[in-house]
């Protein structure tokens, strides 16, 4: 597709409850990033992959927080034992590399975890 | 630690008038700055950067402008359109080479009313 893709675009969950939400970046971008927005509050980075680089994954906020990435192709990061605190909008993003200074967001998976 | 913020959560203007959003900085050590604008449902789009050896950068109706000194930076637009309502964030890549790895201030919320 044209644009970063990002599925589902709405999941609600129960607490406790794992979740996987997938990401198709920009076709030939080697750079795939998520992020995620709470309610009020800014994008806060949680991971990026370059490659077959080692991830960087500085801002997973707890280790119920995974992700993986195939290639230089589609992502999916996991929430295991999701908790309220997790619902927010999780926003994949890809660029051409890691030097490419514009990246590219796709329209967000909303969680909500009742 | 939010490195980047933007104090104000809104702001009104009129069709025509000029909107000026700030934003202010903590790390001295930020070389380079952009400015996102999200619709709602949405993911972010890139409008607008600057880098630190500048203190003024101009695309069409949007400039950034920079101080280093006094750890600020503000986007005009003008004249102001409804159709730029929306959400605007500044970023700053931070730890690393990856452009890509932002961190962001809370947002500004901008209604141009016509």
């Known amino acids: 597709g044209a644009g970063v893709s990002q599925s589902p675009s709405n999941k609600v969950t129960e607490k406790g409850k794992d979740v996987e939400l997938r990401c198709d970046p920009i076709s030939g971008h080697t750079a795939l990033y998520w992020y995620r927005q709470r309610l009020g509050q800014g994008l806060e980075f949680l991971i990026y992959f370059q490659g077959n680089s080692a991830p960087d994954k500085s801002g997973l906020p707890s280790d119920r927080f995974s992700a993986e990435r195939t290639g230089e192709s589609v992502s999916t990061l996991t929430i295991q034992r999701t908790q309220q605190e997790d619902s927010a909008v999780y926003l994949c993003a890809s660029s051409l590399s890691l030097s490419g200074n514009t990246i590219y967001f796709g329209e967000g998976s909303w969680l909500t975890v009742v | 630690d939010q490195q980047v913020k933007q104090n104000s959560p809104s702001l009104s203007v009129q069709e025509g008038r000029i909107s000026i959003l700030n934003c202010d900085y903590t790390n001295s050590m930020f070389d380079y700055f952009l400015w996102y604008k999200k619709y709602p449902a949405e993911g972010p789009t890139f409008l607008i950067s600057i880098s630190s050896i500048k203190d003024k950068n101009e695309d069409g109706r949007f400039t950034v402008f920079l101080n280093k000194s006094a750890k600020h930076l503000s986007l005009h637009i003008v004249p102001s359109q409804p159709g730029d309502s929306a959400v605007y964030f500044c970023?700053?890549?931070?730890?690393?080479?990856?452009?890509?790895?932002?961190?962001f201030g809370q947002g500004t919320i901008l209604t141009v009313h016509p």
């Open positions: 970023a700053a890549p931070y730890g690393g080479t990856s452009y890509g790895k932002l961190t």
